[in-house]
């Protein structure tokens, strides 16, 4: 898939030549390369999957970033930014269509995590990719590839946001609420405790 290569090297060139062209053109492409994630041909895969990776370390610069965190701020605003785009693109791969290509995917949202600054913490699209990935634990689809790659995921968000922030949107819940509905062992079982862990393991670099 030569010419997948030469895709992703002449973005990488563009975005370095003229960033906010790159940006403003890279999405559709992004969405499209997604596709052939679903080839039955490992080799289509694996080169898809790197152009797909080397269109986030070329495009996710700190200018654009930022430009999408001050428009996703705008009252008046229409539509998402290139970078929101892309991270939508990103959770949409989580859905159980791509579940051969998880531990593929999971690894470019840790790119993504370590490329984005604590600003964009607030951007609904990047809140929406955290919750997926919150969902993602709960699924029966999971082999163990997966799961230790959604757990770097998950860490590696909690290195970059911090665990606070992290934890406003998946909260441990290991406290019963004596007047719930549900009994505490129900309570118990629906809570987080699985995050303990990455929180033992991540926390200690966060801020």
Not at 85 to 102: G, Y
Not at 162 to 168: A, C, H, M, T, Y
Request: aromatic letters at 6%; proline letters at 6%.
């Amino acid at each position: 898939m030569s010419w997948l290569g030469a895709l992703a090297s002449g973005y990488a060139k563009l975005a370095r030549a003229d960033p906010l062209r790159a940006s403003k053109s890279v999405a559709p492409v992004f969405i499209k390369v997604r596709e052939m994630l679903l080839s039955p041909k490992p080799e289509v895969v694996a080169a898809a999957a790197e152009t797909l990776a080397s269109f986030v370390r070329s495009c996710f610069t700190p200018s654009l970033v930022q430009s999408a965190v001050l428009d996703s701020k705008a009252a008046d605003r229409a539509s998402q930014t290139p970078i929101e785009i892309m991270i939508s693109a990103l959770e949409e791969l989580l859905s159980l269509r791509f579940h051969r290509q998880w531990p593929t995917v999971l690894k470019a949202i840790q790119v993504v995590f370590r490329l984005l600054p604590l600003s964009t913490f607030e951007l609904p699209a990047l809140q929406k990719l955290l919750k997926s990935l919150d969902s993602l634990h709960h699924t029966n689809e999971l082999d163990d590839e997966s799961q230790q790659e959604l757990d770097n995921a998950l860490g590696v968000a909690i290195e970059s946001f911090g665990p606070e922030r992290v934890l406003s949107l998946m909260p441990l819940d290991i406290v019963p609420d004596l007047d719930a509905p549900q009994g505490i062992n129900e309570q118990l079982l629906q809570a987080r405790t699985w995050l303990l862990s990455i929180l033992k393991r991540y926390v200690k670099c966060s801020q």
